[in-house]
Nanobody, 115 residues
Framework: QVQLVESGGGLVQAGGSLRLSCQAS????????MAWYRQAPEKQRELVAS???????NYADSVKGRFTISRDNPKNTMFLQMNSLKPEDTAVYYC?????????WGQGTQVTVSS
């Protein structure tokens, strides 16, 4: 069964940091494209950062220079290091992985940044 499980969310003050993790079941996502998305209340889900099979990365303009996406293939885990957090970063963060034409989502982890 394909499963993605996020963790690491929480409440942090503006300017603080959090590190999100996305644990994938088995090694099926190893070296496959993965990404982090977020959805704030009453807003559409948006792409935050992605990492391709060759390790190249892409970021939304709003998080460039503050967030870093990475992965540990042997541990089947993807990370999102979030620094200099702002109240507008408050959202539920989801990880997403692709297997061919199919994609899979985690259940999400809440990140709340207080001002």
């Amino acid at each position: 069964q394909v499963q993605l499980v996020e963790s690491g969310g929480g409440l942090v003050q503006a300017g603080g940091s959090l590190r999100l993790s996305c644990q994938a079941s088995g090694n099926i996502f190893s070296r496959r494209p993965m990404a982090w998305y977020r959805q704030a209340p009453e807003k559409q889900r948006e792409l935050v950062a992605s990492i391709s099979s060759d390790g190249s990365t892409n970021y939304a303009d709003s998080v460039k220079g503050r967030f870093t996406i990475s992965r540990d293939n042997p541990k089947n885990t993807m990370f999102l290091q979030m620094n200099s957090l702002k109240p507008e970063d408050t959202a539920v963060y989801y990880c997403r992985g692709w297997l061919g034409a199919a994609d899979y989502w985690g259940q999400g982890t809440q990140v709340t940044v207080s001002s």
